[in-house]
């Protein structure tokens, strides 16, 4: 066995691998969509999704005013248009005119048909810190592109999406099949 060295990085943001949607709200009556690579999910019953973005942001009003927002991820063939809306403010940019849309159930979280999934939620919380607010989401629907689907469950085969490598980029695209969670372990032998 190898011997292991680790080393102190004196880094504030960890190297980790987020994925990459494309945040949607309506601001000022008309939608907006923002890139985000910090969310995740926080519960799962009630179903709960974590946004965490700058208060600067022009979206954050959107999701306060109409209390619902959407997470839509983008696929590996979006990369130059998902990062071009996190690098254009919606203040000073229609970035809505660069997609077909839908809406949900709520009305007021617009969509973007070209993400292979959508998430639409309803604003049930925030946290705020001293520069960043956390959006906490009730998920109240989920929509997907039909070729993502196989026998109603999600067909990860064709899923192609991508991340952001933490702190500074860049993007990757999502790697191949590596093995199957909460099973691969079942073979482990414990070294006490």
């Not at 959407?70 to 130059?80: C, G, K, L, Q």
């Not at 993400?115 to 997907?144: A, D, Q």
């Not at 590596?178 to 073979?187: F, K, L």
Request: aromatic residues 12%; glycine residues 6%; proline residues 6%.
């Amino acid at each position: 066995m190898r011997k292991i060295s680790k080393v102190k990085t004196g880094w504030k943001l960890p190297l980790l691998p987020l994925p990459v949607c494309l945040l949607g709200a309506h601001v000022n009556g008309k939608p907006n969509f923002n890139t985000i690579v910090w969310f995740n999910m926080l519960h799962d019953n009630p179903p709960l999704m974590g946004i965490v973005m700058s208060k600067k942001h022009y979206t954050n009003q959107g999701i306060k005013e109409n209390r619902s927002f959407s997470v839509n991820i983008p696929t590996s063939e979006m990369v130059v248009v998902t990062d071009y809306c996190g690098l254009h403010s919606g203040s000073k940019v229609d970035k809505s005119k660069e997609f077909e849309l839908f809406y949900g159930d709520l009305k007021t979280a617009p969509m973007i048909k070209e993400c292979s999934i959508n998430i639409e939620c309803k604003l049930v919380n925030i946290k705020e810190f001293k520069n960043t607010e956390l959006f906490i989401g009730e998920i109240i629907e989920i929509y997907s592109d039909e070729k993502y689907i196989t026998e109603n469950k999600p067909d990860v085969k064709n899923f192609d999406s991508f991340i952001f490598l933490m702190p500074n980029g860049p993007y990757w695209k999502i790697g191949d099949y590596h093995a199957e969670a909460y099973e691969v372990g079942t073979s482990y032998k414990p070294k006490n």
